[in-house]
Nanobody, 125 residues
C-alpha cells in the first residue's frame, strides 16, 4: 500500500492542524492505522492508532485530550486532528499501516509494514 501524508505546517502554540494520510493499493478498511512522530535528535515515537473500523483508538499520554485520530474508509484516509498544539509537538509526523492485524491496533512501530513520507509540524512558542 502507498501512503501519502499531508497537512503539516507552521503554527503558533495553542493552534490546530489536521493531518491527513491517503492510502492506495489495498483495501483500506482491512487494516489498522497509526501516527508516529520524530523530533530532531530523538527516536520515533508513537502518537495514536486506530483499528480497522474506527471504533477503537489509543493515544500516547502527552497528546490525550488534544489529538484525535479518525478514519474515513470510504475515502481511504486517516486523519489526525491536533488541537492546543505545544512547541514539544514539533516533529515530522508519519502515518503507517498494519496489514497483519485482524483486530485492534498496535503502539509498536515495528508492527507496521507500510509508511508514508512524513509531514513536518512546527509549533512556535
Amino acid at each position: 500500500v502507498q501512503l501519502q501524508a499531508c497537512g503539516g505546517g507552521l503554527v503558533q502554540a495553542g493552534g490546530s492542524l489536521r493531518l491527513s494520510c491517503a492510502a492506495s493499493g489495498r483495501t483500506f478498511s482491512n487494516y489498522a492505522m497509526g501516527w508516529f512522530r520524530q523530533a530532531p535528535g530523538k527516536e520515533r515515537e508513537f502518537v495514536a492508532a486506530i483499528d480497522w473500523s474506527g471504533g477503537l483508538t489509543t493515544y500516547t499520554d502527552s497528546v490525550k485530550g488534544r489529538f484525535t485520530i479518525s478514519r474515513d474508509n470510504a475515502k481511504n484516509t486517516v486523519y489526525l486532528q491536533m488541537n492546543s498544539l505545544l512547541p514539544e509537538d514539533t516533529a515530522v509526523y508519519y502515518c503507517a499501516a498494519d496489514f497483519r492485524r485482524s483486530g485492534g491496533y498496535s503502539r509498536n512501530d515495528g508492527e507496521y509494514e507500510s509508511w508514508g513520507q512524513g509531514t513536518q509540524v512546527t509549533v512556535s512558542s
